[in-house]
């Protein structure tokens, strides 16, 4: 059982996303992204190419600056999105990717860079990672805290 | 275009069949073995040798294949009148449109419809009220790109494809919203007539990055920010789905808007100036017009306001809120702006953008 | 309509947007759109293959009539705004664009979508012999050029087409991301396998089906029936004569899309002919201009050898080839005369000695 957060937790969500096809379409579909993921303390850098989310790596702070867009939260926001979808088999009409970053007033998806064409891959490939978090509903999570 | 010579063999000295067979002998360059990669073969890996970048001007009148040899007796169909790749090109246009055809979608099925179920009347109204205004906004995005497409040589094919997918993608959100609209007893309201005939309105362009920077740029970054709000506060799972993939949809033609700006601004600086002209027109007309939605009270407007409050008792509410949007759809317009190369309209006081909003606020 | 109270936004996220406190108070909103609509009350269920655009047409939203005079893009079914200026919609007749099965034909092309990247097994093409390439590749050539012209016709009267016949105009938008597939699987073919372009093709058909000044219906008859059913035969044996399954994939997806292009075809040629006294005269008039620019081009013999080197598997076996590229021919032919039998287009009288016989020698 992977702990979250952790690069192997998100190994495993990986390896759900890659071996479900369906994910593959109805809007998902070839993806070319590098993904930052700030988890509290906790930095992940999360690549994506064509139809596979190909890595996921734990990585220093400053290495997020070379993502195309990082979500970032506190951990019990991270942690609550998690369990709803553990809970819901996907995430529910309050704890979506977009939701999230339109119902907060930080956000969620920002850059280090400040291009908005590279932070704009973040609403192109919206429903890859979408299907990417709610593929976590079939992963096995201990929570750190 | 060079002509690749077929060595003289016996097989062809022999052909008989009465075959002329001259035509093996004109062949554009030959040899080529185009691989695929880890996302098939896509048309980056077609772009090699003198199949690759397009020359700067284009003599192709007869619409031949780019790199194919040209006949001196073949049927002009031409008159197309974007022939300069610097009037339409982006460097990434290959990339844009194998993701678009990745990443289609059905709005019958892939938008899971069972999921709406019945809502309070003025939720329902302001929905619908929505779904018809975006209906006729994406009638503007389908019909433009497609005037244009007719009008480019394909020797420029690249661009093309792109706003060929991008006519699709605009067919299915015309789809999407009507089948909204007529999904949950409600129906079809009224229109918003702001998508016809005013001055410096999409359709009247006459130079395509005139055309691109208010539709992709400036049209379309608008519209992604409300598919984004539709995403918030959609009442069903069905709203989600539908407004999320549009939004995928609406970003990638924003990104060829950006991305035709800035090869623009890397090689025409001759039209600096004049590109300036067109951003300084549409963001007065779109942005703070009636075209938004989140713009100067309309229609449109309220019913967001209606969905974000929560009904129509919470309308102030919702108002605040739509503000907070209109800030957001600003601050992703300026630093998409400021992506393509022309930023200083922001810093040297050419924009008239941050006071207008100001001004909405204050009102 | 119901009055239920549970159903609210995301609350709490939406609630947290920034509220901006120090705003002066909103104004207040007019509404005056709430309540304005033709028909209200209106739930289109989805079906088993979901819920398709022709479900929408239930009541007034499913009245087509034969004239749509709004000129904007007012939505059918919607609440007109007066005052709107114009923007000229030059195709506003029904008869001239209408088919029944544009919505389904719609639905079935976003159903049936394939990527040339992705979709066709590239990998399954090996080095074929240097004449057999050559042949390949310049067939490749002219399709992709056919497909141009598919798409610069449809995206040019597509755009000039009124809304309140947005069927045709949704599934138009399919023909011309088909004919933007066409183009790109035919160059990746030529570039793919040591090879490369070849001669362009003479292009006066093109050059027929893009002028086709007596509007889309003469469009559609050069574009699909003319033209489009000698592709659509062409492809077939094709798909038969292919050396890999990259090939046949290629082909059996570009007929797959073909074939629902010549139904739209049908269905609005008849609807024209049901609905427009003489139109089914008009239409054989235009056919016999048609056949001859037709037999003009095929003169030209590259394209015929061509083939005749892909049938029979090289120079060597042209002969045989061309025997095949024959009985194409005669496919072609048989049903273009029967197509236009079905639809009541007499072509028995001046019809083209070049092109009957290929019939007499089938």
Request: proline share 3%; net charge negative; glycine share 8%.
């Amino acid at each position: 059982m992977a702990r979250f957060p952790s690069t192997e937790w998100f190994d495993d969500v990986r390896k759900v996303f890659n071996t479900d096809e369906s994910y593959q379409g109805g809007g998902g579909g070839a993806c070319n992204a590098l993904m930052g993921v700030k988890i509290g303390a906790h930095s992940f850098l999360i690549t994506f190419e064509g139809a596979e989310c190909s890595a996921a790596a734990q990585v220093q702070e400053s290495d997020l600056e070379a993502a195309d867009f990082i979500l970032e939260m506190a951990y019990s926001d991270w942690r609550d999105m998690v369990e709803n979808i553990a809970q819901n088999g996907r995430a529910d009409l309050h704890h979506t990717l977009n939701t999230l970053d339109l119902g907060r007033p930080e956000g969620l998806s920002h850059s280090a860079h400040g291009d908005q064409y590279r932070e704009d891959l973040f609403f192109r490939y919206n429903q890859t990672m979408q299907y990417f978090f709610d593929a976590s509903a079939r992963v096995k999570t201990q929570f750190a805290e | 275009m060079s002509e690749a010579k077929l060595p003289h063999t016996e097989s062809h000295a022999t052909a008989g069949a009465g075959l002329d067979l001259g035509w093996m002998s004109r062949q554009g360059e030959w040899g080529t073995r185009a691989v695929a990669g880890k996302q098939g073969l896509t048309l980056a890996d077609i772009q090699i040798g003198s199949y690759g970048e397009p020359d700067e001007k284009s003599d192709n009148q007869t619409g031949r294949p780019r790199g194919a040899v040209a006949r001196a007796n073949s049927y002009r169909i031409g008159g197309y009148t974007v022939m300069s790749k610097s009037e339409i090109w982006l460097d990434n246009a290959s990339f844009l449109y194998e993701e678009a055809l990745q990443r289609q979608w059905s709005s019958a099925t892939d938008v899971p419809w069972h999921t709406i179920k019945p809502l309070p009347d003025d939720i329902e109204e302001a929905q619908c009220q929505l779904a018809t205004f975006f209906t006729e906004v994406e009638f503007v995005a389908g019909d433009v790109p497609a005037r244009w497409i007719a009008s480019t040589t394909p020797d420029f094919f690249e661009p093309r494809q792109c706003l060929l997918a991008q006519v699709m993608d605009e067919s299915r959100h015309m789809d999407v919203f009507r089948k909204r609209a007529l999904a949950n007893g409600g129906g079809l309201m009224q229109t918003s007539g702001g998508t016809a005939g005013v001055v410096g309105s999409i359709d009247l362009a006459r130079d395509f990055t005139e055309m691109s920077s208010r539709l992709h740029i400036s049209g379309e970054g608008a519209v992604l920010t409300m598919f984004r709000m539709g995403e918030l506060m959609a009442y069903n799972e069905a709203e989600k789905a539908m407004y999320r993939l549009c939004a995928q949809d609406e970003a990638r033609h924003v990104a060829f808007g950006v991305m035709h700006m800035r090869y623009m601004s890397e090689t025409a600086p001759q039209r600096r100036e004049e590109i300036q002209c067109y951003l300084d027109e549409a963001e007065r007309q779109i942005l703070a017009g009636s075209q938004n939605p989140a713009g100067t009270q309309t229609d449109s407007s309220e019913a967001l306001a209606i969905l974000l409050g929560g009904g129509k008792a919470k309308y102030d509410e919702g108002v605040r809120k739509l503000i907070a949007i209109r800030r957001r759809q600003v601050q992703e317009y300026i630093k998409r702006v400021r992506s393509t190369g022309f930023g200083d309209r922001f810093d040297n006081g050419r924009s008239s953008l941050v006071d207008t909003f100001d001004h909405h606020v204050a009102a | 309509m119901t009055d239920k109270n549970d159903s609210k936004p995301g609350p709490d996220s939406v609630a947290r947007i920034d509220a901006n406190a120090d705003m002066a108070q909103p104004a207040q909103p007019n509404l005056k759109w709430m309540g304005k609509s033709h028909q209200w009350g209106t739930r289109v269920k989805p079906g088993k293959h979901g819920l398709r655009l022709g479900d929408l047409n239930v009541g007034i939203y499913g009245e087509v009539p034969p004239v749509w005079t709004d000129q904007t893009r007012a939505p059918r079914g919607a609440v007109a705004r007066r005052g709107v200026p114009p923007l000229g919609y030059a195709i506003r007749d029904k008869v001239d664009l209408w088919a029944d099965s544009a919505a389904d034909m719609y639905e079935e092309a976003i159903q049936r979508r394939w990527a040339p990247a992705t979709s066709v097994p590239w990998d399954t093409i090996a080095p074929l012999p240097d004449d057999v390439e050559r042949a390949i590749c310049q067939v490749c050539t002219e399709l992709s050029q056919y497909a141009n012209a598919d798409v610069e016709s449809v995206t040019h009267w597509q755009a000039q087409m009124a809304y309140g016949y947005h069927e045709i105009k949704q599934f138009l938008a399919t023909v011309s991301f088909d004919g933007a597939r066409h183009m790109e699987v035919f160059r990746k073919r030529a570039l793919c396998n040591g090879g490369g372009l070849g001669l362009e093709g003479p292009g006066e058909v093109n050059r027929m089906i893009l002028e086709s000044r007596g509007g889309w219906t003469e469009a559609v008859l050069y574009l699909f029936v003319v033209r489009g059913l000698f592709t659509q035969t062409m492809y077939r044996y094709l798909e038969r004569y292919a050396h890999n399954d990259a090939e046949r994939t290629i082909f059996a997806h570009c007929l797959e899309d073909k074939a629902r292009h010549l139904t739209y075809a049908i269905d609005h040629l008849r609807y024209a002919i049901n609905h427009q006294d003489d139109q089914n005269l008009i239409l054989q008039q235009l056919c016999m201009i048609g056949e001859r620019v037709l037999v003009r081009e095929l003169k030209d013999g590259v394209l015929r050898e061509a083939l005749a080197i892909v049938f029979g598997n090289g120079i060597s076996g042209a002969q045989a080839g061309l025997q095949i590229h024959g009985r194409m021919m005669a496919d072609y032919i048989k049903r273009y005369l029967a197509t236009l039998k079905w639809l009541g287009v007499e072509r028995r009288t001046l019809f083209p000695e070049e092109l009957s016989a290929y019939l007499k020698v089938s």
